[in-house]
């Protein structure tokens, strides 16, 4: 019978006036961090919604189609990850290697995605300076691609470290610090796609 | 001496936890797109039924892949901290421009 949920074995962990371990404490006040960053980004692009003096415009520009599919890209890759850390966590050495590719090749596939848009949004000619709803759009997403880039960059880096056996069971925090950096990414568009994309107008 | 706190254990979900979640990830987003398309007229309709789906999307992804559900508290109030701020400032700012209640001109 398959249980819902697995006792995991802690893996060594200094203790500490708080009982957590201080990497994770540390990864997730810095995304308490992030979302400072991500919400000054976000609240630019709002309070110049809707105010460009020229176009293009949102709704002349948006491919909604498309982003929805690089959005479920995105939502995969967060599956993927947490696969990953399924697998480190029970030693599936194998199981590992797969997942943590598989999260970074749905990673550059988004990245991907928006090359192709951004390069298609320049020939319809918006880009940083057009206007404010370029400025702020490129700025946002732009500022959200780099950090998938980090992500994938991160995510390579452990495989390649499974690849030569040294990311193990006991390693698992490793991993699992590098899940929530790769989450926060997708949480942070899921409120792009929505407050950006799909409220537009 | 005090006695230092042990470090906590917790359980993790399975994989079959973290693949009903992936469905439901996906079929929400596919509700947002048509959604999209159904309210395009009712824009502030349309605004408030996407914002709703999204924070499902949000609250799932966090409480299960970034395992806030069965983790310290400490974790949810940093990050919840955080959010607040950063949605208050949103609020703030949209406010302050006149984005809340005016229409945009495009």
């Known amino acids: 019978m398959q249980h819902a949920y697995t006792q995991v074995p802690v893996a060594h962990v200094e203790a500490t006036a708080t009982g957590l371990n201080s990497r994770k404490l540390l990864m997730w006040t810095f995304l308490a961090s992030e979302c400072l960053f991500f919400g000054s980004l976000i609240s630019s692009y709002l309070a110049y919604r809707g105010k460009s003096q020229t176009g293009p415009y949102p709704a002349e520009t948006f491919d909604i189609p498309f982003t929805s599919v690089s959005t479920f890209v995105l939502l995969m890759s967060s599956l993927m990850m947490v696969l990953a850390l399924a697998a480190v966590q029970r030693g599936d050495l194998r199981g590992t290697k797969i997942w943590l590719l598989a999260t970074a090749l749905l990673g550059t596939t988004f990245l991907g995605g928006q090359y192709f848009e951004f390069t298609t949004f320049y020939r319809e000619g918006l880009w940083l300076p057009t206007n404010l709803f370029g400025t702020t759009f490129f700025v946002l997403t732009g500022f959200h691609g780099a950090h998938v880039t980090i992500g994938v960059i991160w995510l390579l880096s452990l495989w390649v470290q499974a690849m030569r056996g040294q990311l193990r069971q006991e390693h698992s925090l490793n991993v699992e610090i590098a899940g929530l950096y790769w989450h926060f990414v997708d949480v942070v568009w899921i409120v792009i796609f929505t407050v950006v994309y799909l409220i537009h107008g | ?106």
């Open chain 2, 1 to 106: 001496m005090a006695e230092r706190p042990h470090p906590v254990e917790h359980p993790h979900p399975s994989s079959s936890v973290y693949l009903k979640v992936a469905t439901v990830l996906a079929v929400v987003t596919a509700i947002e797109v048509a959604v999209y398309y159904v309210l395009e007229s009712t824009p502030h309709l349309l605004a408030a039924a996407l914002l709703a789906l999204s924070a499902t999307k949000f609250g799932l992804v966090a409480a299960f892949y970034m395992h806030l559900k069965f983790d310290s508290k400490l974790y949810t109030a940093l990050f919840s901290g955080g959010l607040l701020v950063a949605g208050s400032i949103a609020i703030a700012f949209m406010a302050l421009f006149g984005t809340l209640t005016q229409q945009p001109m495009h």
